[in-house]
């Protein structure tokens, strides 16, 4: 059973940065396909980035594009979200995932084995 942990959220002004980690225990993180998702207050939790177990591959939402990078360090099995630039509609709940299999580029939620329980940021314009 793999639990994952993030941190790092918090508040910041819109045009700021933010990087999020999430930490993972109980197994191995580069056995792992990663992704991270959001869930702003009254909508559905939505897919934002994902990256490949060796890093090769990263998959993200159009709405991130040039601002969010995704990485990771299979040596401290932590995932990093790299938030830039960031506008007041990237406010949300940042969840991290672990998917054991490749499927739809990781974009679906079902694709995801494991969760953790989400770090709060909020951008104020």
């Known amino acids: 059973q793999v639990q994952l942990v993030e941190s790092g959220g918090g508040l910041v002004q819109a045009g700021g940065s933010l990087k999020l980690s999430c930490a993972a225990s109980g197994g191995t993180v580069s056995n792992y396909y990663m992704g991270w998702f959001r869930q702003a207050p009254g909508k559905e939790r939505e897919f934002v980035i994902s990256i490949s177990w060796n890093g090769g591959r990263t998959y993200y939402v159009d709405s991130v594009k040039g601002r969010f990078t995704i990485s990771r360090d299979n040596a401290k099995n932590t995932v990093y979200l790299q938030m830039n630039k960031l506008k007041a509609e990237d406010t949300a709940v940042y969840y991290c995932?672990?998917?054991?299999?490749?499927?739809?580029?990781?974009?679906?939620?079902?694709?995801?084995?494991?969760w953790g329980q989400g770090t709060q940021v909020t951008v104020s314009s």
């Open positions: 995932a672990a998917a054991a299999t490749f499927s739809d580029s990781l974009r679906p939620l079902g694709a995801y084995d494991y």
